[in-house]
């Protein structure tokens, strides 16, 4: 599975900016998908996820009311909406993609995209 995102970029505080995530390769048995931060000198963390099943989403209370994750399964891509931005929310933004086959879950990352919230 590879995963490339698009859609950061540089905007100022209560702007708005909207990413994407493209899977291709073996989609089959993705399970779930969703969009981890990580701002310099910090670990990775998670921003939302949404389940490929039933589309339940889940997001971390820093953004809840402001980010909102959707997924188009036809296109094979995941959206997060980013409203009323903060500085605080700067920070490489990565796709993350688990998929299960059997017994085994594999992970996969794509490869960032900076977003930069100027105050």
């Known amino acids: 599975v590879q995963l490339v995102e698009s859609g950061g970029g540089l905007v100022q505080a209560g702007g708005t900016l909207k990413l994407s995530c493209t899977a291709s390769?073996?989609?089959?048995?993705?399970?779930?998908m969703g969009w981890y931060r990580q701002a310099p000198g910090k670990r990775r963390d998670m921003v939302a996820t949404i389940l490929s099943g039933d589309g339940s989403t889940n997001y971390v209370d820093a953004v809840k009311g402001r980010f909102t994750i959707s997924r188009d399964n036809a296109k094979n891509t995941m959206y997060l909406q980013m409203d009323s931005l903060k500085p605080e929310d700067t920070a490489v933004y990565y796709c993350y993609a688990q998929q299960l086959i059997g017994d085994a879950v594999d992970d996969y990352w794509g490869q960032g995209t900076q977003v930069t919230v100027s105050s």
């Open positions: 390769g073996n989609t089959f048995r993705i399970n779930a």
